[in-house]
């Protein structure tokens, strides 16, 4: 059964960041990378229960800082000094410097391990030590020296922490890539080699990230998705597959969860301009396998009932284009779109304009 075309001929464009909540871009790398002065007043920080009481000011908050850096590598699983600093110290001026200072202090004392990353970057695990002092603490902590930090896995790994990292909305739960395959995330219960923990996968997907937003007696879940390069049609029809069960099955069973958004995260970098072009023909394939698989599901259907499903579909899948370097570099520009906005081949071609002609010429002008 096609769809009411009234309804789908409503094209409109999200406008460029905010993403329904605000996508709060990275500190730019021009930004002078000097270490505050000592006299500089202590950032603003995430707050941690278990203060050092008894301990002079000075002491008890550079442990406080420490335990704070410990606890985003356990919750993130590897994470850069500059991820570090707008985790910890996110409203500070010198996040990226004092993330730097405190690794360096956390790796002297072997609570944490450097791994190198491309462009000279590094990316910090937590030691056998490190987690150690962490389920002294009361928390369920392993090493991260066992995870794979290499050319292969890291850009991905990267990309879906900065992601969870730059959307902030208030009042939320978020679950990192690393948490969930640790089974640390809010599915149901299952048998893992560690006793029953909670299940990775619903709907046969694992995400690369998520988090949850409490309303009342039910769970809000925004799903996040990165997508880089072309998807084998296997595994591209499974990802459509999911979106379209997930938002008609939006209460999952087995707990008090339910599927809000979805995220589909695609890349490009500002200065190779043809990467902005290389994104239109993923973005083409998802919509299109998105179609085909919500025709199949709905032909049994009346139009009522499809259109009811479409427009809760449209409200709830996001495409968002985040502008990264090699560097790893995350820059300005988070641009967006709703599903809505694609889903017809008009919409294709509009798109097709912004991000192969109007783009690519707007950049080689600069």
């Given at each position: ?15 460029q ?17 000097t ?19 008894g ?32 985790l910890?110290?996110r ?5 990226f ?5 405190v ?20 990316a ?60 640390r ?24 990230a ?13 799903w ?12 591209l029809?499974q ?7 997930g ?5 999952i ?40 698989a ?45 599903l809505q906005y ?13 991000l192969v ?9 600069r």
């Open positions: 059964m096609r769809i009411n075309k009234h309804l789908f001929h409503r094209l409109v464009k999200v406008p960041a905010p993403l329904d909540e605000t996508l709060h871009s990275d500190q730019r790398q021009a930004q002078a990378e270490e505050p002065p000592d006299n500089a007043p202590e950032p603003p920080r995430i707050a941690l229960p278990g203060a050092s009481p301990l002079p000011p000075g002491v008890a908050r550079g442990l406080e800082n420490e335990q704070a850096v410990l606890v985003s590598l356990h919750e993130y699983g590897w994470l850069t000094a500059r991820q570090v600093g707008r910890v110290w409203e500070s001026t010198y996040g410097q004092m993330g730097r200072r690794l360096r202090r956390l790796e002297k004392k072997g609570l944490v391990v450097k791994r190198p990353l491309p462009r000279k970057a590094s910090w695990v937590l030691s056998t030590r490190g987690a150690q002092q962490l389920r002294a603490s009361g928390i369920d902590a392993r090493r991260g020296t066992d995870q794979r930090v290499d050319n292969i896995t890291w850009r991905h790994r990267w990309l879906v922490n900065e992601f969870l990292i730059l959307k902030d909305p208030t009042g939320i739960t978020k679950y990192s890539e690393y948490a969930i395959l640790a089974h995330g809010p599915f149901a219960l299952t048998d893992t080699p560690r006793g029953r923990r909670p299940d990775r996968k619903w709907l046969g997907k694992i995400p690369d998520l988090w949850t937003k409490q309303d009342g007696d039910v769970a809000l879940v925004s996040i998705e990165v997508e880089r390069t072309h998807k084998r049609p296997a595994d029809k990802l459509c597959e999911f979106i379209v069960r938002m008609h099955q939006p209460v069973a087995h707990s008090v969860l339910e599927l809000s958004k979805i995220f589909l995260v695609y890349t490009w970098d500002s200065q190779r301009p043809e990467t902005r072009a290389q994104v239109y023909p993923l973005i083409r394939a998802l919509v299109r396998g998105i179609r085909a919500f025709d199949h599901h709905f032909e049994p259907y009346d139009a009522v009932t499809v259109d009811a499903y479409a427009e809760t579909l449209f409200e709830s899948v996001y495409l968002a284009l985040l502008d990264v370097g090699p560097g790893p570099i995350l820059r300005d520009g988070i641009q967006g779109w709703r694609v889903w017809h081949e008009e919409g294709l071609a509009v798109l097709k304009q912004e002609e109007d783009g690519g010429r707007k950049h080689k002008r």
